[in-house]
């Protein structure tokens, strides 16, 4: 095999593809670099708010932070957005920039949450004033959302779709008057703050019932009946 002629082709064909290869992927990570850099220009542009934890600047401050695991791991990604219809309207931006945190300050006009199905990447995500707000069924697909925020919901009869919520720990469904119906709740596990404040539309049986599921982990559970 040592004498084979045919073996110096073959290391040169495989270190080819090697090459070829190392290109394709470095090409890859440079358009996706280029490209959500500009997505983050074009959401400043439209005047939200946008934070990043960029591990170039940490390495500039510190060249240490290069070794250092958190400094590309553990970047913060948080996007802010004035109104609902901006989130809908710019949908596939919101995706570009795959924000970790979402937080919508005036939803009004948002029916549904469609904008952020799919957006793997929230753990955190705040809707305020979600008075047309009818359907949630796209939190479904948020597998890793751990604080969710839908205050101000009078057209939305339940929360059914958190079900497959398994890590939530931080619920805030303050003054959405429209809930009959929390049942949902029950097998959130990790669930240890729920704010229920002005959610007139459920009964005292419902509210008693959501609280005696969370204070299993010694929850942090707000009420008051209007």
């Known amino acids: 095999m040592e004498n084979d002629p045919r073996t110096p082709r073959r290391k ?57 695991k958190a400094t590309w791991l553990d970047r913060r990604r948080y996007l802010f957005i004035p109104k609902g219809g901006e989130l809908v309207r710019h949908r596939s931006l919101v995706h570009r920039l795959q924000p970790q945190q979402l937080w919508v300050y005036d939803a009004i006009g948002l029916t549904d949450l469609a904008a952020v199905d799919g957006l793997s990447s929230l753990l955190a995500l705040g809707l305020d004033r979600c008075e047309d707000l009818t359907n949630v069924d796209a939190l479904r697909s948020l597998h890793g959302l751990k604080r969710l925020g839908i205050t101000g919901a009078r057209k939305l009869p339940n929360v059914d779709p958190l079900k497959g919520l398994s890590r939530l720990e931080v619920l805030d469904l303050s003054g959405s008057t429209g809930l009959t119906s929390i049942d949902a709740l029950k ?34 559970v707000s009420q008051t009946m209007e």
């Open 12 to 68: 040169r064909h495989l270190l080819r593809w090697g090459i070829a290869f190392a290109v394709i992927v470095v090409g890859i990570g440079g358009w996706k670099a280029y490209d959500f850099s500009e997505a983050a220009k074009e959401a400043k542009a439209l005047g939200w708010g946008w934070q990043n934890d960029d591990p170039l600047v940490a390495i500039q401050a510190d060249w240490k932070a290069a070794f250092r």
């Open 187 to 220: 097998i959130l596990t990790d669930l240890r703050e729920l704010k229920l404040n002005g959610c007139s539309g459920l009964s005292a049986g419902e509210i008693e019932t959501a609280m005696t599921a969370v204070s299993r982990v010694n929850a942090q």
